[in-house]
């Protein structure tokens, strides 16, 4: 258990619609990145906050939005679902070196 | 932006051999890291490695960051090493993994 929690841990859904991913970074940790990974784009850096502040963007599409609470957990949101943004998608938070991932969301989209 | 690629894509092995995973990344780097994804999907740190080597068991790392490559050498290999093991470079940028299987 690396301490990183993700919610929920499959979500099924159609096309069009909206999700909500929750994430809760290890306790102490202020840092949260958001990754997607599919079968043909493999792993890509998707988002960073850090202690409630956007630090980086990677690949991260315009229908897809992200925060930080106060209370250091995360949230990605996916809408207007496309069937190629089924994938899974992981949460990580860092402390010093080491990078510790949540155990993902399984997000199918039909 | 940085390229990452690792090779070989799949690799097949006897429990108890050894093997070398290559990361070479494009440009120079101060942030790399090793992850094992085990077949239930879970990423584990390895290594945090820019440089230099480092050991923990029966793995070890090493990067030559002035030729822009990192090594991840299993020793005497268990079932459990099984799944894809992935190189990235500053969080954001990985590469495709080697797949590893290990056979009883």
């Known amino acids: 258990d690396s301490g990183v929690t993700q919610t929920p841990k499959h979500l099924i859904t159609a096309t069009g619609q909206r999700v909500t991913l929750r994430c809760s970074p290890r306790?102490?940790?202020?840092?949260v990145y958001w990754y997607q990974q599919s079968l043909d784009q493999g792993l890509q850096f998707l988002i960073q906050?850090?202690?409630?502040?956007?630090?980086a963007k990677g690949n991260i599409l315009e229908r897809f939005s992200a925060q930080q609470f106060p209370d250091l957990h995360s949230e990605l949101n996916l809408s207007s679902l496309e069937l190629g943004d089924s994938a899974l998608y992981f949460c990580?938070?860092?402390?010093?070196?080491?990078?510790?991932f949540g155990p993902g969301t399984r997000l199918t989209v039909l | 932006g940085i390229q990452v690629e690792q090779s070989p894509p799949d690799l097949i092995l006897q429990e108890g051999a050894n093997s070398t995973l290559r990361c070479n990344f494009s440009?120079?780097?101060?942030?790399l890291q090793w992850f094992h994804q085990n077949p239930w999907g879970q990423l584990i740190n390895l290594f945090y490695?820019?440089?230099g080597t480092k050991q923990n068991g029966r793995l070890s790392a090493t990067t030559v960051a002035t030729e822009r490559y990192s090594l991840l050498y299993i020793s005497s290999s268990q079932t459990t090493d099984s799944g894809v093991y992935f190189c990235?470079?500053?969080?954001?940028?990985f590469g495709a993994g080697t797949r590893l299987t290990v056979k009883p």
């Open positions: 990580a938070s860092r402390d010093g070196d080491t990078q510790y």
């Open positions: 306790s102490g940790d202020l840092s």
């Open positions: 906050y850090y202690n409630g502040e956007e630090r």
């Open positions: 440009d120079s780097v101060n942030n």
């Open positions: 490695i820019p440089s």
């Open positions: 990235a470079v500053y969080d954001m940028r």
